[in-house]
Nanobody, 120 residues
C-alpha cells in the first residue's frame, strides 16, 4: 500500500520561507510524477508545481517556489520563498506511481495535507 507522508507546513510571516517534504513509501515499482497542489476553503484544489519529464509551476508561484525530487528516497520537496498571505492554503502532495502489486497501470496518490499559513 503506497503511502505519502508530508511535513514542513506551519505559520510564517509574509516574505518568509518554508520547505515542504513528501516521502512516498510502500511497494512502489516506479514513479511517473510528483507534485504539490493546494486548496483554500471554498475553492477547488489547484496545481502548485509538478515534476515528471519536465517541471511546471502555477503562474502565481513562478520565481518564488522551487520543486525538487530525491529519487533515491522517493521524496519531493517544495521550497517556498517570498511567501504571501494569498499562499495560505492546505498543501497536498500528489504522486502518480506504478505499485508493485499492480504493474499494469498508473495510480494517483494524495497526501493528507499540510497547512501553510502566511500572516503577520
Amino acid at each position: 500500500q503506497v503511502q505519502l507522508v508530508e511535513s514542513g507546513g506551519g505559520l510564517v510571516q509574509p516574505g518568509g520561507s518554508l520547505r515542504l517534504s513528501c516521502a512516498a513509501s510502500g511497494g512502489i515499482f516506479s514513479i511517473n510524477a510528483m507534485g504539490w497542489y493546494r486548496r483554500v476553503p471554498g475553492n477547488e484544489r489547484e496545481l502548485v508545481a509538478v515534476m515528471s519529464s519536465d517541471t511546471n509551476y502555477a503562474d502565481s508561484v513562478k520565481g518564488r517556489f522551487t520543486i525538487s525530487r530525491d529519487n533515491a528516497k522517493n521524496t519531493v520537496y517544495l521550497q517556498m520563498n517570498s511567501l504571501k498571505p494569498e499562499d495560505t492554503a492546505l498543501y497536498y502532495c500528489n504522486v502518480r506511481a506504478v505499485p508493485e502489486s499492480s504493474r499494469w497501470r498508473v495510480y494517483t496518490y494524495w497526501g493528507q495535507g499540510t497547512q501553510v499559513t502566511v500572516s503577520s
